[in-house]
């Protein structure tokens, strides 16, 4: 079965609500989180997310979804293709279901040996990230200073 407007540019992570009713979907060449009704009676909305790519969805134990992605332009982030590691940034993304918004956003520049985030989890306090390319994780620190309004910070 099909399911209602999942027809979307680049979708790739995943995660459904408790009760199934509910999709959320990583659109990651228009840059946006949508949100699928299974049964179709409600129109499909798209969260954008400014510049920023997002690859995986994962629910936190607060019942907000960590989205985390790669941050900048789209034929710089596929052009790394070849490279063990990529210097693209990476951007990590708290969606809060229950408010329908973005609560906090946390820009992640890259490292000598670290970046294009394709996935994040947060486990005491810290965000644990892995790539799309090459053999490693980084880990970085929740910081306080977060956006808490939605907007990239970086």
Sequence with gaps: ????????PGDNGIE?????????????TNNALWILSR???RAATRVPLG????????WQHDGTLLI???AGDA??????GPQKICDTP?????????QGSIATTEFVPPTAHFGAASTAIRYHGRYWLGSFLGDRMI???VTPTANKHGRGAG
């Design 68 to 70: 985390a992605g790669e």
């Design 139 to 141: 880990e970085a620190p």
């Design 75 to 80: 034929s710089k982030i596929l052009s790394c």
């Design 51 to 58: 510049d920023f790519h997002p690859d995986n969805i994962h």
């Design 39 to 41: 049964d179709g009676r």
């Design 1 to 8: 079965m099909r399911l209602k407007a999942s027809d979307l």
């Design 16 to 28: 459904s609500s408790a009760d199934g009713r509910t999709l959320y979907v990583a659109a990651w």
């Design 90 to 98: 990476s951007m990590l993304v708290v969606f809060d279901p229950m």
